[in-house]
């Protein structure tokens, strides 16, 4: 039977697909995994790849602004990502159903992996920047505090507004109004 996609906005989830990716995600990271998606996940798309009624991968593409010298850029953030059975192919259905949707929309896609992951991204499609995430600095709202991580690999679809090009040409820092995702 031929793999399903099925695009879902966060807030149309159901408890019992809420459930399940978090159960999904304890099992793969542990107690501490567990999310509250409509909060964190704002506005996303979630993308689930089914085999014969039953969920085999998730994942899902966020809304994210971008303050990068003196400029604000929408882009989304791909996060999430998990295949239910491993080495089966759907996790590659998935970063699939994730660029497609990045190339019809033209919009920019950016995910932080750890760097185990790279050839999977790299077989699916997209491009790598090494160490991306010390570019990027988390503002917390209410403190005003700068929050940087210095552990993630960037996965990247560039879209229309070449803001990863401009990155990586004219470097220093861009500003993310969301927690690392
Ligand atoms: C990363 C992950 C989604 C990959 O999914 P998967 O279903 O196991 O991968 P697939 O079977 O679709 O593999 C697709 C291709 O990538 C290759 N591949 C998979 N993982 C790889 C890795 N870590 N390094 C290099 N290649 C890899 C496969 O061999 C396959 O190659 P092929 O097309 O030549 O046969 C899965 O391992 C996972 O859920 N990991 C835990 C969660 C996680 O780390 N998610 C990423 C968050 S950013």
Do not use: C, H
């Amino acid at each position: 039977m031929p793999l399903k996609i099925v695009k879902k906005s966060v807030n149309k989830l159901s408890k019992e697909e809420i459930s399940f990716i978090n159960r999904q995600r304890i099992k793969e990271y542990g107690k501490e995994a567990k999310v509250n998606f409509k909060k964190e996940d704002k506005s996303a798309e979630f993308f689930f790849i089914i085999n014969n009624k039953e969920i085999m991968a998730f994942g899902m593409l966020k809304p994210v602004e971008v303050d990068y010298q003196n400029k604000k850029y929408n882009i989304l953030g791909m996060g999430r990502g998990l295949a239910i059975k491993k080495g089966q192919g759907y996790g590659k259905a998935l970063a699939l159903a994730g660029l497609n949707y990045l190339k019809k929309t033209g919009k920019t896609g950016l995910a932080f992996t750890e760097r185990k992951n790279i050839g999977f991204f790299k077989k699916t499609g997209f491009k790598i920047k090494k160490d991306f995430i010390r570019k990027f600095r988390y503002k917390n709202q209410i403190t005003g505090e700068l929050v940087r991580d210095d552990d993630g690999d960037g996965v990247y679809y560039e879209g229309k507004n070449k803001l990863i090009s401009k990155m990586l040409k004219n470097g220093g820092l861009a500003i993310i109004k969301v927690p690392f995702w």
